[in-house]
């Protein structure tokens, strides 16, 4: 989608989209186009139910009277909900009710701040996003037909100026979608791997570790998971320095499991095509990069994942096994299908062992329990620190990518203690995404640090006030906030 500002007259051509205000009178040109139609805006805004309530919408096409396809009314509910999401998902409604409309082009006329503009630009284009690489025989009729939105402003240069960081960031979203939508006999560990390295065009580091060099730095806990696939484990690091050589890097750590079968502990059939987006952790690590690179933030980051994918075969291993990880801790795996905690265990202790960054934040679609919790609207939040907590619950609640804390505790730690090595990778049936986040807390060495398990966002069954149904790209957007806002220099 083509996204561009311009100042405010009136289209002559394409959809034309005003924004109304709940039962108040058309004014600027919106008022123009209802005296241009002989007051056919106005006829059809009192024959229908639209009142200008939030997010209604009211489709005019071909008026007569004016050159335009048609107009399409917005409603913007009253004035109280001031709040960056509302423009954002403005702008995604707008999109999503033109998108097969026939309309090419669209002209939204915002005469407000450049803020809201923005907002408005953002939310159309993160709505545009389409996964149908596969869809062969879609007819004609059913695609696509929306490729340009001009936002009108009193501002359009400098709205285009700032617009240009959000647009590197929607690239990083797109990616993640992307990479989540993509089946595991396409994105496996190898090819991941792979198509990480396209960041090195946007200057980012890329670094590739295979099972031989694993096996030396002693990561037991990440190979044991991948042991059972034809495909080989990788680890890789990303590194993004926009900052003095010298300032010490904040760290991202996700999870990369490109299909999650449960191994030996099989998983049960039905469903179990969602686990190849069982990688949304790394996925969200790579899309985050992407964004950070594409604005050149000045920080410096390094990002690791672990590419794994989790199969039972001859050389799986098994529940009872009992594996050396690289802190030297060992565990028991009781649940070949508790596996990200063991892939996380290796790449966050990696992760603080070599690059002492500030904190260090995981992703991964960890634990099923996140869900029966919080359901697909907030990820679950996992830290010690209150800092770095009140910083993702700000950036979670101006991005729409939300957070909610959830409990640490040495009582739930004691559930993962183990007779036969130094833990064990299950909890038991209670309090399932807190045993897995103690889990990994053993393995930060005290660094700060936060999880996020993302296993309710990253994907939707249901079209969404951003994205269609499928990879959501949650977690680019809250995190490139969260750095921009507190970890710039
Ligand atoms: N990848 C799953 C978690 C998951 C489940 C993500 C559903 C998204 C949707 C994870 O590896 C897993 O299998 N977790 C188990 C842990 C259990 C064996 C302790 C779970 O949640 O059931
Ligand atoms: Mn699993
Ligand atoms: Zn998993």
Redesign the pocket.
């Known amino acids: 989608m083509q996204i561009n500002f311009a100042s405010i007259e009136m289209p002559e051509n394409g959809a034309v989209v005003f924004l109304v205000e709940k039962d108040t009178p058309f004014s600027g040109l919106a008022a123009e186009a209802d005296a241009a139609t002989s007051g056919a805006l106005g006829k059809a805004r009192g024959v229908s139910r639209f009142t200008g309530a939030s997010g209604q919408t009211l489709d005019l096409v071909a008026p007569s009277g004016l050159s335009v396809e048609r107009i399409l009314l917005v409603g913007l509910g009253d004035q109280t909900d001031k709040s960056e999401t509302k423009w954002v998902e403005l702008g995604a409604k707008i999109t999503a009710s033109l998108a097969s409309s026939g309309s090419k082009q669209a002209s939204v006329i915002v005469d407000a701040d450049s803020a809201i503009a923005l907002g408005v630009a953002e939310g159309a284009l993160l709505r545009s996003y389409r996964f149908d690489k596969y869809r062969t025989k879609e007819p004609e009729t059913k695609k696509p037909t929306l490729a340009s939105v001009s936002v009108l402003t009193s501002r359009p240069q400098e709205c285009s100026e700032m617009f240009a960081a959000r647009a590197r960031v929607a690239d990083g979203v797109f990616h993640t979608r992307d990479l989540i939508s993509e089946p595991a006999n396409i994105l496996n560990p190898e090819s991941f791997a792979e198509d990480i390295k396209s960041l090195a065009a946007l200057g980012v580091d890329v670094e590739v570790l295979g099972e031989t060099e694993m096996k030396k730095l002693g990561m037991g806990a990440l190979l044991g998971v991948g042991q059972g696939s034809a495909f080989e484990s990788q680890l890789v690091i990303m590194r993004w320095n926009g900052a003095a050589k010298d300032d010490q890097p904040i760290s991202f750590v996700g999870?990369g499991?490109t299909f999650?079968t449960?191994g030996i502990?099989l998983?049960p059939g039905p469903?179990m095509e969602?686990?190849k987006?069982?990688m949304?952790g790394a996925g969200t690590v790579v899309g985050l990069m992407k964004a950070l690179a594409g604005r050149k933030a000045k920080v410096n980051v390094v990002a690791t994942v672990g590419l794994v994918e989790?199969m039972p075969s001859s050389t799986a291993q098994r529940p009872g096994d009992v594996v050396t990880s690289m802190s030297g801790q060992t565990i028991e795996i009781l649940?070949t299908?508790?596996?990200?905690?063991l892939v996380l265990a290796d790449a966050m202790w990696y992760t603080q062992d070599r690059f002492k960054p500030r904190f260090m934040i995981d992703l991964?679609?960890?634990?099923?329990?996140?869900?029966t919790s919080l359901g697909h609207e907030h990820a679950g939040m996992f830290t010690d620190s209150d800092e770095l907590s009140r910083q993702l619950a700000d950036a979670g609640s101006s991005t729409g990518d939300k957070v909610w804390r959830m409990p640490l505790h040495a009582n739930y730690d004691k559930l993962i203690d183990c007779p036969t090595a130094d833990m064990k990778?299950?909890?038991g049936s209670a309090a399932?995404?807190i045993?897995?986040a103690q889990f990994l807390k053993r393995y930060t060495n005290d660094v700060p640090w936060v999880h996020l398990d993302i296993?309710?966002t990253?994907?939707s069954e249901k079209d969404l006030p951003l994205s269609e149904k499928g990879g959501t790209g949650f977690g680019v957007r809250l995190l490139d906030r969260f750095v921009a806002d507190n970890y710039e220099s």
């Open positions: 999870k499991v999650d449960g502990s998983k469903g969602q686990m987006w069982d949304g989790n649940n299908d508790a596996e990200g905690r991964a679609t960890l634990t099923g329990a996140i869900i990778n299950i909890g399932g995404s045993t897995a296993a309710g990253v994907w």
